[in-house]
């Protein structure tokens, strides 16, 4: 967390060094939104984004002739779940009597600190109003002492394995992603509608390496690449300078 801060204030500094040179133009100001899997432009739908995946944070904004650099530093919970299958021959081996096989999930619910540095260009429509299209590198740092890893099974009746639920999971600290989208400015008012690609998985490869081999072996991890994070997040700001 210190060194996203660290960031933002370098970058701010840089920027503030040039202003006096002339036409660059620094910005910074809070901004707050939500995070979510499809856009919708229901009332309802975005009343329940604000309520279960808010988004706060700072934004600082160093512009020249129409092109930008705008790193941000954003606080959210986040919740990714990752299911594990393990079908009817390994489970009677292990020593379960599941005729179909059986799905466990595994859900690491964390606070984060995400840092985008999003390079962008800037047209203005009128006086009042300019539109943004931008792209860029982002890291999620997840806040130690914040994140909580539930276990469960999928199926109704079935036990989460003594095995899984004492073992400790590989799960990502950081996670990268490269972020692209559009936004306005409206006065002194911004919008951003961002999509986070993302590159880095939540869960590692070394997930159940602390298990013995039959569980590794028992364990399909295919779908271990859904663990990424691939969310929209609006947000709306305001520039002090």
Known sequence: MKKAFLLLTVLLMFGSSVFAIGGIDLS????VGYQTAKLSYQKDDIKA???????VGLFGRVEFQGLYVQPEV???????AFDMQIDKSHAEALGYEYPNGVQFTMTRNAMNIQVPVMVGYKYDVMD???LRAQVGPTANFVIPGKTLVQKSAAMEGAEFPAQLEDAEFDTKSIAWGVQFGV???VLGFTLDINYNLGVSKIFGANLLNNLDSQWVNAVDLNNIDQTKQNL?????G????
């Open 28 to 31: 910074v100001g809070p901004k």
């Open 49 to 55: 984004g604000f309520a279960n995946s808010f988004v």
């Open 74 to 80: 954003l606080w959210f919970k986040s919740s990714n």
């Open 128 to 130: 009042l109003l300019a």
């Open 183 to 185: 936004g306005a400015d």
């Open 232 to 236: 929209f997040m609006v947000t709306i």
């Open 238 to 241: 305001y520039k002090f300078l």
